[in-house]
Nanobody, 114 residues
Framework: QVQLLESGGGLVQAGGSLRLSCVAS????????MGWDRQAPGKQRELVAS???????KYADSVKGRFTISRDNAKNTVYLQMNNLKPEDTAVYYC????????WGQGAQITVSS
């Protein structure tokens, strides 16, 4: 079992920045991949960014150049730095961790006002 605790959500104006954090606990040695999904009202849930244990990253086209995912293995934490935020980034952001299954955090609301 893996437990994930997210923090850092909030309200920001368009063009602003926020950083999400996700601390993993439990069977963390078995985690092969961590990432962030988001769910906007009326839209399908989508992958925002992911990072492997070796540091390889992937991003959704909509956030490339604006969002950066990183991880601190010593702190069992993954971050999502979000810059130049847009109203269309408004969503609930979920931290995920993959072992032989996928675990999810409780979600963090990000609201970007125009």
């Amino acid at each position: 079992q893996v437990q994930l605790l997210e923090s850092g959500g909030g309200l920001v104006q368009a063009g602003g920045s926020l950083r999400l954090s996700c601390v993993a606990s439990g069977s963390i040695a078995s985690i092969s991949l961590m990432g962030w999904d988001r769910q906007a009202p009326g839209k399908q849930r989508e992958l925002v960014a992911s990072i492997t244990g070796g540091g390889s990253t992937k991003y959704a086209d909509s956030v490339k150049g604006r969002f950066t995912i990183s991880r601190d293995n010593a702190k069992n934490t993954v971050y999502l730095q979000m810059n130049n935020l847009k109203p269309e980034d408004t969503a609930v952001y979920y931290c995920g961790a993959r072992t032989d299954r996928i675990f999810w955090g409780q979600g963090a609301q990000i609201t970007v006002s125009s």
